[in-house]
């Protein structure tokens, strides 16, 4: 019975929660998905997973109660409670300091923590032997393991975002977009197609001379990427054991995605032999995941009904014909 499993939501961004729109700065998405998401964070561990850098899309979703994996999973924090292997290569333990200014208990603390100095007659706080980023970590606890695969080529890539520049001042429309550990050139607004070709080609005799370098498709744009073995699967099952669910039978994770790069997630989960891969289209198209939505709005839809299922017994049952339900909606569209 589904009731019984554990779920684990993850999410991608770009046209699974925001429309595609022309300008990448402004792929908002809207407040009633943020509501959802906060909503389906508040009953299932949920993340985020996008090639977006995880600054850059924790800045869209704002939200406190879920996990971001940037990069395509080249960037992922986790709070350091169930990793068990803190020796790994790529790992290493650090306070997040964005998620740390938004919580909501960080002013609560800081004012706490100014009261208890003024009883002990206004010590300054370096007296308590703290910094300002230990004192939080002192208080809540809130030590975060970041995983970094692709850190190493941290300076190759601004090198390359730096020619790309060059390039793409030459075609009229082509944007260079910094994702940390991923630089995207987008073409969706150069009109003319010729020049879509010659972008194309400079950018691919620009990358070859980059040997740990490779390109990948996306929704008009061309993503270069470190060759680190690394995607958005791989950070799936990276997320799962370090949010405490590895070798758990029990374990659905549901993954939602739109776009190329998402089909390794699918790909992961149908390894993993459990769990719902849904893919965010319109129209058919080739795929690994099982089941399809059409769209944001329909996500939206979803993420509200899954939000909402695990609530009481009575609303479980409800629910649970509604996610059998989505199943023969589902069914019914192509993918
Ligand atoms: O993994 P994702 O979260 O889906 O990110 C993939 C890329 O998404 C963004 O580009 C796409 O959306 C833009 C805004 O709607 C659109 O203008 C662009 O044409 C699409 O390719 C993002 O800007 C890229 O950096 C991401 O790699």
Redesign the pocket.
Known sequence: MVQEKKMVVFL?????L???????D??FMSDAMRLAVSEVGKRYPTA?????SRDK?FDFVKLNNIYYAGS?GMDISTPSDYVKNGNHKHQTRAIDKKMLACHRCFNYCIQSLEMAQREVELQPMDAFGFHDLDIVDHLQGNEMVNFLPAQEFLPKIQEIKKVLQEITTKIKGATV?D?KF?I?V?Y?CVINEEDVGILKEMVNSAVESYKDFKIFG????M?IRPTVNWD?GRALLYLLDNLGFDNSSDVLPIYI???K??EDAFEMINCIGRGFPIVVSSTAKETKASYSLRDPMEVNSFLLLLGKWKGSSSVDKSADSSIEGKKRVMASIDI
């Open positions: 991608d961004y770009d046209g699974t925001s429309p595609i729109v022309n300008d990448p402004r792929a985020i997973v996008s090639g977006r899309v395509h977009e994702n991923c995207s987008h969706r996306g929704k008009k744009v993503e958005k995605g739109d776009d790069t998402d």
